[in-house]
């Protein structure tokens, strides 16, 4: 029956993780016990599913953290290609350039030398 279920049975009770896995608790020990003093398919069946499915986690687990390291690296490498890398000048609202003239003229006088460069340079909108 343990052959069915588990054609691998022979090399996962001799895997060194497996048995070091086994003897950190004692009740692994108590069901490795029964399953091989009683020839108990259940016990057995326990251990070794559970391990592989810990395994598999296991796996899993640093396949995803691998996946994480590598998308960071790429990341972090990544040329910009857009752009001549000057920063971005402010672009205005029209309507709140209109605002400001009528509520604040004095704060759109002080202003004025930008804001015409920013209608010169299309960053009003």
Do not use: C
């Amino acid at each position: 029956m343990l052959n069915k279920k588990h054609p691998d049975f022979a090399d996962v009770v001799r895997d060194g993780e497996f048995i070091e896995w086994v003897k950190a608790s004692p009740m692994r020990l108590n069901i490795y016990a029964m399953a091989d003093a009683n020839y108990d398919f259940n016990a057995a069946d326990e251990l070794i599913t559970t391990f592989k499915q810990i395994r598999t986690s296991k796996t899993q687990q640093t396949t995803d953290a691998g996946n994480a390291v590598r998308k960071q690296n790429l990341k972090a490498a990544g040329v910009d290609v857009g752009g001549t890398g000057e920063s971005s000048k402010k672009v205005y609202r029209r309507a709140d350039l209109i605002r400001l003239r009528m509520q604040d003229p004095d704060r759109y006088e002080a202003l004025q030398p930008e804001i015409m460069a920013a209608y010169s340079e299309g960053r009003v909108k």
